[in-house]
């Protein structure tokens, strides 16, 4: 059974950081895309960032750029998103993704594997 478990959500003031951390069993994403998505309240899931397996390059939502970073530890099957910066328009429950195909990154559809999601609020 394949799973994706976030971690490392939480409260933060604006400006501040935290490290989310998406761990997978089941299966190996290789060589396919993972990615992280978000949806706040009363919006649609909307695309945050994408790493592909061969390559440490990542690819960005245009409010995501300059302030998150995403990375993959391929040995330990996990990726994780480091947020700097935070604004509180980046709250919301931030879900991690795994694709068996190639697509287009930064379309939900791509993905046929989701966690459960993680909370991030970014206020004072």
């Known amino acids: 059974q394949v799973q994706l478990v976030e971690s490392g959500g939480g409260l933060v003031q604006p400006g501040g950081s935290l490290r989310l951390s998406c761990a997978a069993s089941?299966?190996?994403?290789?060589?396919?895309?993972m990615a992280w998505f978000r949806q706040a309240p009363g919006k649609e899931r909307e695309f945050v960032a994408a790493i592909r397996y061969t390559t440490p390059e990542a690819y960005y939502a245009d409010s995501a750029k300059g302030r998150f970073t995403m990375s993959r530890d391929n040995a330990k099957n996990t990726v994780y998103l480091q947020m700097d910066s935070l604004k509180p328009e980046d709250t919301a429950v931030y879900y991690c993704?795994?694709?068996?195909?190639?697509?287009?990154?930064?379309?939900?559809?791509?993905?046929?594997?989701w966690g459960q999601g993680t909370q991030v609020t970014v206020s004072s």
């Open positions: 089941g299966r190996t994403f290789s060589p396919y895309p």
């Open positions: 993704a795994g694709a068996r195909q190639f697509g287009l990154v930064s379309v939900a559809r791509t993905y046929d594997y």
